[in-house]
């Protein structure tokens, strides 16, 4: 049997009179990456941000690892966390003291901090470019910067909102094979874009949202499958 890592049942956001998310009902297995597909006010951030607690759902209930968003937001935000589209990085600081910062922010000090953070550095490909300023990085290698900030408390479960936004051809390519990664050592990763082939090549799973509705969700080949059914493509 499959552990579900999010469950969400009815999940809706209205502000004032504008439905921007609407009775979403989907569920995300673990070690699985979940794509949600859709254009610009599609209603994926905000999804996203209902998902850690940051935004409060008008109706609706998810669970995360079993945790329930509206009772439990303290263990949700200890299982799942964020990398944001703007990673708000140090420029003036290194990759390794991006992470050291992290690390203390996160009551992780001494050689315990220097061990996480060398570990973290070679899991997203960074060791080399460590002492280098975040500052000079391209925007992919700021991307993994940020992915090894989110992993710094070990969360299970990581909600990435466009990671491949703004990145060259081979920077996605490394992308995925990371995120990849993570997903065989067991993390579950909601990964959002308004691109269908860079989601078509990393996830398992996708849900297409257009103007809040999900549409349809489900493994990745049944999903493309009824895309070409119905001449949505
Ligand atoms: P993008 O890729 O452009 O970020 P998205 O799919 O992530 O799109 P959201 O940012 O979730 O979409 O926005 C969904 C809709 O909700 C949009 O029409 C947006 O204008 C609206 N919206 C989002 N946040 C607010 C808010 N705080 N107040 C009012 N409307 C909002």
Redesign the pocket.
């Known amino acids: 049997m499959k552990e579900v890592m999010i469950r969400t049942r009815g999940l809706t956001?209205v502000?004032?009179d504008?439905v921007?998310?609407e009775d979403l009902s989907f569920e995300v297995y673990k070690g699985e990456v979940f794509g949600?597909l859709?254009?610009?006010?599609?209603?994926?951030?905000?999804?996203?941000?209902m998902l850690l607690g940051l935004?409060r759902p008008t109706k609706g209930e998810a669970w995360i690892d079993g945790y329930s968003l509206t009772r439990e937001p303290m263990e949700v935000r200890r299982v799942a966390s964020l990398v944001p589209?703007s990673l708000g990085l140090y420029d003036y600081l290194t990759a390794r003291e991006n992470l050291y910062f992290t690390a203390e922010l996160n009551g992780i000090t001494g050689e315990e901090k220097r061990r996480r953070v060398e570990e973290l550095l070679s899991k997203v490909g960074l060791s080399e470019w460590s002492n280098v300023k975040v500052g000079k990085f391209s925007r992919g290698m700021k991307q993994r910067v940020g992915i090894a900030r989110t992993l710094m408390h070990d969360p299970e479960v990581l909600l990435l909102?466009?990671p491949a936004s703004g990145l060259d051809p081979r920077a996605r390519v490394h992308m995925r094979q990371l995120l990849r990664r993570l997903a065989d050592t067991g993390k579950t990763l909601l990964v959002?874009s308004?691109i269908l082939p860079e989601l078509a090549a990393i996830c398992d799973s996708i849900g297409i949202?257009h103007m809040?509705v999900l549409r349809t969700a489900g493994p990745l080949q049944e999903v493309l499958s009824s895309l070409r059914r119905h001449r949505l493509i």
Not at 38 to 49: Q, R
């Open positions: 956001k502000y004032g504008f921007a998310v949600l859709g254009p610009n006010g599609a209603g994926k951030t905000t999804t996203i941000l935004v589209e909102d466009e959002s308004h949202l809040g």
